[in-house]
Structure formats: C-alpha cells, structure tokens
C-alpha cells in the first residue's frame, strides 16, 4: 500500500486512466466485430454502416493512444478489403 500522498494519488490516477482505456479498448473490439460479423452475413446495406463506423473507432483509438496508427491503418485495409470482397460479387 502508497504511503505517501502523492503516491496515493498516483494510485487513483492510474484506475481513473485504466478504467477509461479499457472502455475504449472494448468499444474497439466489439466494433470489429461487429463489422466481422456483418461480413459473415454477406448484408450489402448494413455493411457499410458497420465499416463506417469501425473505421471512425479505429482513428479515434489511435487519437487516444489506444493503436499505432499503423496498425490501424493495416485494420483498415483488411478489412476494406473484405468488404469489397462481399459488396463487388453482388453488384456485378
């Protein structure tokens, strides 16, 4: 246990930062799977939405430090290119 002051206050700094980049980091994954499994179903309307979205969650984690933003953008590809995958069979 902190004995000091300052270092009490570290500690209740620290679950403060913890608990809210844990949020994030959920918001994160559930979005992609959300987007995941809007792939798996193959629905054109609703996966645009889903990408949409998961697309804005990935910049905003990066913004908050949750991702490098290399990592994000690597997401992005994939999973854009997943997206064309399902979309392009369907419109031709």
Known sequence: MANHISSLKRTRQTETK???????????????RTLREAIAK???????VAYSATVSVLDKSVQK???????ASRYKARLNARVKAVVAPKAA
Not at 18 to 32: H, I, P, Q
Not at 42 to 48: E, N, P, Q
């Open 18 to 32: 913890t608990a809210v980049n844990r949020a994030n980091k959920s918001k994160l994954r559930g979005s992609l």
């Open 42 to 48: 193959g629905d054109a309307k609703t996966l645009g």
């Open 65 to 71: 430090g949750i991702l490098h933003k290399n990592t």
